[in-house]
């Protein structure tokens, strides 16, 4: 080997080393406030007007049965579906369970203001809502806007019964400064046998495993991540169970006319501005709300990437973040963390092979040479570099197993947390493909097709 190929390989290892040993600090830092955490009081949810948003586009085979479900266990709450111009039944469907009940409410967008992405149907909700809230104040029967709490909900989503209990307490809702509070998401799926009727063994299993770590993703990393920012008062906000006050809307539309921004990430963007606004956002995992979980490897990726573009364009925001008086200096770094790490991603893909792509090469060119590299200590080099690359994600098999299903078994476990740390890779993937998309200028937003969209013959899943 020669000099400057050592020195290369040396950097390319130093750097990998790095950002390895780094992120395996990180990893450190957010398990401890994770396995620490034990639940908190509750509060009184009568002090508060309810309204629940359901972004809808073609969602006639769930709608029902999320919008029953809702009734049935939060009966004093209001229902509103944002029927984004469907295809199918969809506005058809909430029409008639809103004529039965005045607690359902349908919002009809139409072509061609409509399709143009879920922080739009969402504004179209916030200005029907006033609209609704402005005659009753005429009628006599107004409510103080900061009593008001808007629950963005996904078609297929399902709050528990004790959520909005646990979002009333004096932690939360009960504190005025907060303005929103995201609870913690649940794969409704996640014991499924067979989402997969018609297919073999092995598809069932490949999207079995699917969903599982999806829900390893959201109620283990995620939610560790989310009590961190409780911490560095950066914490962010979900598509799918994000509650916020209507007064805390309103500062933000006061200045940009609308609460929700043209982001591929609204529900982050939103809470950027909630922040900026001088309001606290909150997390809880005292209480949840289910989600399907996607077992196509396809829609997953598609998901993921809008996510991910979504995330980079969030960055735009860096300059105001640090400019904030409301931003903590630690939120402030926190929140750079995250909305860089698409980029790093980039780049990491391009360094973390280069020490194994010469190694290789050099194997082939110089085997006595590597061999005593070997031999003098270098397979040390490369198993730490390996294990410390992998332990950070496979230890999340366990913790999941500890804090959320302990019924799994300690080698099911383990074997999660081995698979998450393949499952990594497709944050990789997306994060070009949105890169891609960045640079050929496609800001579409693309719906992620349900489960039964896919598999007609399914009924939607309950806890």
């Known amino acids: 080997m020669t000099d400057n190929t050592f020195i290369g ?55 029902h049965n999320t919008v029953d479900m809702l009734r049935l266990r939060f009966p004093e709450a209001h229902v509103w579906v944002i029927d984004d111009a469907s ?6 469907i909430v029409a008639d369970m809103a004529a039965r009940d005045d607690r359902v409410h349908v919002v009809s967008r139409q072509l061609p203001e409509a399709r ?30 900061s009593r008001v709490i808007v629950g963005v909900i996904d078609a297929d989503g399902m709050p528990a019964a004790n959520c909005l209990e646990v979002i009333s307490a004096d932690h939360l809702f009960g504190q005025p400064d907060v303005g929103a509070v995201q609870i913690s998401v649940r794969m409704v799926n996640r014991n499924e046998r067979q989402p997969f ?14 969903v599982r770590m999806q829900d390893l993703e959201f109620r283990a990393p995620i939610s560790a991540v989310q009590m961190v920012r409780q911490h ?4 962010g906000l979900g598509g799918n169970g994000q509650f916020s006050r209507l007064s805390a809307l309103d500062a933000i539309a006061g200045t940009a006319d609308q609460p929700w921004h043209g982001s591929l990430l609204e529900d982050y963007e939103l809470g950027l501005h909630l922040i900026m606004a001088g309001y606290q956002n909150e997390f809880t995992t005292d209480t949840l709300v289910d989600q399907e979980g996607l077992p196509n ?6 998901q993921r990437t809008r996510w991910g573009q979504g995330t980079m364009q969030c960055g735009s925001y860096l300059p105001k973040i640090w400019s904030s008086r409301h931003f903590t200096t630690y939120g402030a770094l926190e929140a750079s963390y995250y909305l860089i790490q698409p980029w790093l991603q980039l780049f990491a893909t391009l360094v973390y092979p280069l020490p194994l792509i010469v190694l290789a090469h050099n194997i082939h060119v110089d085997p006595a040479g590597m061999g005593r590299f070997f031999l003098n200590g270098g397979w040390m080099l490369i198993l730490f570099y390996l294990v410390v690359g992998i332990a950070p994600f496979v230890l999340w098999g366990p913790l999941y197993a500890k804090r959320c299903e302990p019924g799994i078994g300690r080698l099911r476990a383990i074997g999660f947390g081995l698979a998450f740390s393949l499952f990594i890779i497709t944050f990789y993937i997306t994060t070009w493909r949105a890169f891609f998309r960045i640079l050929s200028g496609r800001r579409g937003w693309a719906k992620t097709r349900r489960n039964t969209d896919v598999q007609p013959g399914r009924v939607a899943l309950e806890a």
């Open 232 to 235: 560095t008062r950066s914490v």
């Open 297 to 302: 490897l396809r829609r997953l990726l598609t």
């Open 116 to 145: 143009t992405g879920k922080g739009d149907a969402l504004n179209s909700g916030y200005d029907e809502l006033n609209t609704h809230l402005a005659r009753h104040a005429a009628a006599g029967a107004g409510v103080e806007r």
């Open 9 to 63: 390989l040396g950097l390319a290892q130093a750097f990998s080393l790095f950002m390895t040993v780094s992120f395996l600090c990180y990893v450190v830092t957010i398990v401890i406030p994770y396995l620490r955490h034990r639940p908190r009081g509750v509060g009184d949810p009568t002090r508060y007007e309810w309204h629940f948003f359901i972004p809808a586009r073609d969602e006639a085979l769930v709608i």
């Open 197 to 210: 009727p018609e297919a073999g063994r092995v598809v069932n299993s490949w999207g079995r495993l699917l």
């Open 87 to 92: 295809l199918d039944a969809t506005g058809a």
